[in-house]
């Protein structure tokens, strides 16, 4: 509570108390009546005759009735104009305990050593109960890292390494509403699994919401195209191309457009964690990525006019964005579209992958 909430109160609650109490105790020392001293009921007392009713005694109540309402005015206007004041505060405060409980369902929960003291539990009782892990795999402030365990492939028993995407730019290829779909509901075929708890997670709205909201504050600019790069002539198509794919789609579809089909780990990689790399039997252990695979002519199975269509309308909650300057009604438009030229140099590079 502000120290301007607490005048508020003063002035407009705790003063005419004060004034209405100080009445009633120099009322009750007046002189007692004959009749009030006998204990006779006021119902059964004589009346005032008229003339006492309707004079000064009339006039007085009409004139502090008059005065009761001025002070309630006056203290209505004196409560309702920091209102605005209270409500972005208290916004404020709101917001800053969101992206507080975001944080903590963000990282890890800490460990608890088995003798720890009650004092010390409760200290860490929130960070215990809200962390979900996901640092783990998406990295320090969300950018980026290495699944964790390695999956196990059911089928072949192959053991697979996942790309875990960056999250700091998540916002700049998806809305909040395939943001909230992915974390609720997973995302099959991939490491990310489900976190909603309607769904079988362990995360409550009020918790996808917080985690939301603390992606949304860490979240960084969109690397810059080149000059040459942002109406490229046909002849840079191919250079071009490639520089956005690095920056737009290699993310999803690996720098080498390979997805799920890299049959060795990239280990210039620097978001994968120095023990993993250390056990020499982890060789063999492929990368994959979430995006399908674009590379050794798997793209070209589209004819140009879908594969545009594709990367311009995206596929949506099939975890394709779109990358269109306006796409087809019912898919938002992205923060950070692509020209039709960009496109087509996208499209050049990859179907020379």
């Not at 309402?69 to 605005?84: F, Q, R």
Request: net charge negative; proline share 9%; aromatic share 8%.
């Amino acid at each position: 509570m502000s120290r301007g909430d607490v005048i508020t109160i003063t002035l407009v609650v705790l003063g005419p108390m004060a004034l209405l109490w100080g009445i009633y105790l120099m009322r009750t020392k007046r002189t007692r009546k004959p009749a009030a001293i006998l204990g006779i009921p006021m119902a059964m007392r004589p009346a005032a005759q008229d003339e006492v009713l309707e004079g000064r005694r009339l006039e007085r109540i009409q004139w502090g009735g008059v005065l009761s309402l001025i002070l309630l005015l006056i203290g209505m206007v004196a409560y309702w104009l920091p209102e605005p004041q209270r409500h972005e505060a208290f916004a404020h405060r709101f917001d800053e305990e969101a992206l507080h409980r975001g944080l903590l369902v963000y990282q890890a929960p800490p460990p608890l050593e088995e003798d720890i003291s009650a004092i010390e539990f409760k200290e860490e009782e929130k960070a215990l109960s809200l962390g979900q892990g996901c640092v783990n795999c998406h990295g320090p402030e969300g950018a980026g890292g290495f699944g964790t365990p390695l999956f196990k492939n059911p089928v072949n028993g192959e053991v697979v390494g996942y790309s875990a995407p960056p999250l700091n730019n998540v916002f700049q290829r998806w809305d909040e509403e395939i943001v909230r779909f992915t974390i609720e509901r997973g995302r099959p075929g991939t490491d990310m699994p489900t976190w909603g708890v309607e769904y079988g997670g362990s995360m409550t709205k009020l918790m996808v919401d917080d985690v939301m909201a603390y992606l949304q504050s860490i979240q960084v600019p969109v690397e810059e195209t080149s000059k040459d790069c942002k109406n490229p002539k046909k002849s840079d198509y191919m250079q071009c191309g490639q520089e956005i794919f690095e920056a737009r789609c290699a993310v999803c579809h690996g720098p080498k457009g390979q997805g799920k089909e890299d049959p060795r780990r990239n280990y210039d990689d620097p978001n994968i964690p120095e023990d993993l790399l250390e056990d020499p039997r982890e060789d063999d252990y492929p990368t994959w990525y979430q995006g399908a695979a674009l590379w050794k002519g798997d793209v070209r199975h589209l004819s140009e006019d879908l594969h545009f269509l594709t990367i311009y309308n995206g596929r949506r909650f099939a975890f394709m964005p779109p990358f269109g300057e306006a796409p087809v009604q019912g898919i938002p438009v992205p923060p950070n579209p692509l020209t039709d030229k960009q496109i087509r140099a996208v499209m050049e590079y990859e179907r020379s992958l």
